[in-house]
């Protein structure tokens, strides 16, 4: 079970393949190479990195 990096909320919903969203901060997680990897929804759709807010142990899935 994966849990949020940024709220470390279990509250996820899968919306694609290794794709899911957070309802408690609304951010998108996808997980590559057992790496979560964070972004945020922009007004117009787009997705923004958020990675670089996050060290990579607390990114790592476990």
């Not at 899911?20 to 759709?45: M, P, R």
């Not at 807010?53 to 899935?61: G, P």
Request: hydrophobic letters at 30%; glycine letters at 4%.
């Amino acid at each position: 079970m994966i849990k949020c990096p940024n709220c470390q909320s279990k509250d996820l919903g899968k919306i694609g393949i290794n794709q899911y969203y957070c309802w408690n901060c609304f951010i998108e997680l996808s997980i590559a190479k057992e790496t979560i990897l964070t972004h945020q929804v922009e007004e117009d759709g787009t997705l923004s990195s958020l990675d670089d807010l996050f060290d990579e142990e607390s990114r790592r899935l476990s």
